[in-house]
């Protein structure tokens, strides 16, 4: 199963830290989610990102970045 995912973060001292993420129903929702999570004033950036794997059995692949908005940590920005 793929599961697309937006997640905002939020400037602290010293960098930056997740919000809360929403799980959506495809690429291109988990994408618009991400940019309007960026567009709130209290989010410093946002990504969109699928990932598959089997919740049951607690194994996932690696993330995949969709997109990103604003600031987000370099591990999720695109290479």
Do not use: W
């Amino acid at each position: 199963m793929i599961y697309y995912v937006a997640l905002p973060f939020q400037k602290i001292e010293g960098g930056l830290t997740p919000g809360q993420a929403m799980e959506c129903a495809h690429e291109g929702a988990a994408i618009r989610r991400a940019y309007a999570m960026s567009c709130d004033r209290a989010n410093a950036g946002a990504v969109a990102f699928s990932r598959r794997g089997d919740p049951n059995l607690g194994e996932f692949d690696e993330a995949v970045i969709l997109k990103t908005f604003g600031e987000v940590p370099e591990d999720f920005c695109h290479s």
